[in-house]
T-cell receptor
């Protein structure tokens, strides 16, 4: 059974703070990891992909992958109210190229 | 920036009727997908399509569902004999290759009455 786990939240942070979103997965053979942002009533929007252990930075976003501990995280620096959304973790587990999605973490950035 | 387009944005149908949801994937993408998301729940995989055939499907994708690529640009999902529980957002996605990031369309909200 493929499992991608996220805390549903909501995670509430003040504007300008760092938001830290976490995701764990069950399959040690997973190869590809993605973070999507989903505003209410909208479609998932790709933020980052990461394939190797370590950090990957893109603007205010940093994805961190630790395959030994089977977790992937997303840091959002200088959080803005417009970052308020649900963040979905998706993992291509094992040999599949079909991502398993987590339930998402709701992020609220308050002014 | 190229995007995945889906039509219609909202479809209302009587239970038992057939619906066809349409998608135009990004032009140089080779893999196409359908997902659904019931309100308040997580994104669920339905089916993937590559090289003009289904490459993988989930348990949800039973005989009620079918997919087709009728021409070089469109990718459709047909749902026969719709049920109340088919009410959901249906998302089409495409990717350059297997395992590559998937790009989602805006979705079709399907409401079964």
């Amino acid at each position: 059974q493929k499992e991608v786990e996220q805390n549903s939240g909501p995670l509430s942070v003040p504007e300008g703070a760092i938001a830290s979103l976490n995701c764990t997965y069950s399959d040690r053979g997973s190869q590809s990891f993605f973070w999507y942002r989903q505003y209410s009533g909208k479609s998932p929007e790709l933020i980052m992909s990461i394939y190797s252990n370590g950090d990957k930075e893109d603007g205010r976003f940093t994805a961190q992958l630790n395959k030994a501990s089977q977790y992937v995280s997303l840091l959002i620096r200088d959080s803005q109210p417009s970052d308020s959304a649900t963040y979905l973790c998706a993992v291509n587990e094992g040999g599949s190229y079909i991502p398993t999605f987590g339930r998402g973490t709701s992020l609220i950035v308050h002014p | 920036e190229p995007e995945v387009t889906q039509t219609p944005s909202h479809q209302v149908t009587q239970m038992g009727q057939e619906v066809i949801l349409r998608c135009v994937p990004i032009s140089n993408h080779l893999y196409f997908y359908w997902y659904r998301q019931i309100l308040g729940q997580k994104v669920e995989f339905l089916v993937s399509f590559y090289n003009n055939e289904i490459s993988e499907k989930s348990e949800i994708f039973d005989d009620q569902f079918s997919v087709e690529r009728p021409d070089g640009s469109n990718f459709t999902l047909k749902i026969r004999s719709t049920k109340l529980e088919d009410s959901a957002m249906y998302f089409c996605a495409s990717s350059e290759g297997g395992g590559r990031p998937q790009h989602f369309g805006d979705g079709t909200r399907l409401s079964i009455l």
